[in-house]
């Protein structure tokens, strides 16, 4: 399996991170590319890829805040220009509405698309040829943690969510975790984990690394303190998500 980070920001853009996104890819393997959330910028960044956006068949969406939905109908019209009308989009509750909601406002866009909409909550559902177990996260809307399996590798994604035990168990054993680490310690915050508050809540549960991502303004230039913190406290390999970065999942280091 292969993660291609495509946006490491959050919702206050900092000109050198797009909003949420990542490309799932499973070379020489069964799953086919899986594109996991759709915030601003992450269009550009799937586009960049040797997938691109006519090559995804499949979006998976954690909630439905802005920075982890809005190029969603950019997508879409990308892909018709390309000749791609189908797509499935699964995700949270709401998810149908949502979409629906978005198109009505083009009435040039009606009819144009073949979707496919399932909703999924906590539990094990496949999606694109992958295993995936779901968790409800701590977030200020509703919002899902996935784990994604192959034949060949584990990768856990916190999606929005303070540090808490469920998203710590359901990443237990991954080779890779992406997991969400807004702000620098220091920073009162909610609904977001600082990296004291994560690294404290993922001591002591097997993981091969973890990669910090969707980064306020607030943590730049703080990145080696975030990294410290949270390595100090798991026995894993801490790095930070980069728009661009493309990691091997089935290697643990």
């Known amino acids: ?48 890829t040797d997938v ?9 969406l954690t909630h439905h805040h802005l920075d982890h939905v809005s190029d969603l109908l950019a997508l879409l019209k990308a892909r018709w220009l390309a000749g791609e ?15 629906e909601d ?8 009606q009819g144009r698309f073949e979707l496919t909409y399932r909703e999924v909550g906590p539990g094990s559902f496949a999606v694109a040829g992958y295993d995936v177990e779901a968790v409800e996260t701590v977030h200020s809307i509703y919002c899902l943690a996935y784990r994604f399996e192959t034949a060949d590798a584990t990768f856990t994604f916190s999606g929005d969510t303070e540090a808490t035990d469920a998203v710590a168990e359901l990443a237990d054993g991954s080779a890779l975790l992406a997991h969400d680490c807004s702000f620098p310690d220091g920073i009162d915050v909610d609904n977001h984990p600082t990296p004291t508050q994560l690294g404290e809540v993922l001591a002591g549960h097997d993981l091969g690394r973890v990669y910090l991502t969707h980064r306020y303004p607030h943590a730049d230039g703080e990145e080696a303190a975030m990294v410290e913190a949270v390595e100090s406290r798991v026995d894993a390999e801490v790095r930070i998500a980069r728009d661009g970065l ?7 280091t």
Request: charged share 15%.
């Open 246 to 252: 493309t990691v091997d999942v089935s290697e643990r």
């Open 52 to 60: 691109g956006y006519d090559g995804v068949g499949s979006v998976l």
């Open 102 to 109: 978005l198109l009505a406002v083009h009435d040039y866009m």
């Open 1 to 48: 399996m292969q993660l291609t980070f495509l946006g490491t920001g959050a919702a206050m853009p900092t000109g050198d991170r797009a909003q949420t996104g990542l490309l799932l890819a499973d070379p020489g393997g069964d799953a086919d590319p899986l594109l996991v959330d759709c915030g601003s910028g992450a269009l550009g960044g799937l586009a960049a």
């Open 85 to 99: 009308t189908a797509l499935e989009i699964v995700g949270p509750e709401g998810t149908e509405a949502l979409v």
